[in-house]
């Protein structure tokens, strides 16, 4: 007759080989948060990208703007100064 401590062991080897095949595909599966936080990262760097172009185009435009401004002021004074 086997005693206490071999049913034990044995009882413990014969669990562990049917939750075995089990566990793996546990394991395996990561679940969706793993995507979920993926995402945010990918639109802030969506968001980085846009500001950097946006700037990289509107950057000239505002130069041009403030030439052209500055152009008109110094026109408008030259035009005073030459009627009086």
């Not at 095949?21 to 760097?45: I, K, N, R």
């Not at 968001?47 to 152009?71: D, E, H, Q, T, Y």
């Amino acid at each position: 007759m086997l005693g206490l401590d071999c049913v034990l062991i044995l009882s413990i080897l014969v669990l562990s080989a049917l939750v075995r095949p089990a566990s793996d595909s546990v394991l395996a599966y990561v679940g969706p948060g793993a995507g979920l936080e993926l995402v945010p990262y990918f639109l802030g760097l969506l968001a980085w990208a846009g500001l950097a172009i946006g700037a990289v185009v509107l950057w000239p435009l505002s130069a041009l703007r403030r030439r052209l401004r500055r152009n008109k002021g110094e026109g408008k004074g030259q035009q005073f100064s030459d009627a009086s």
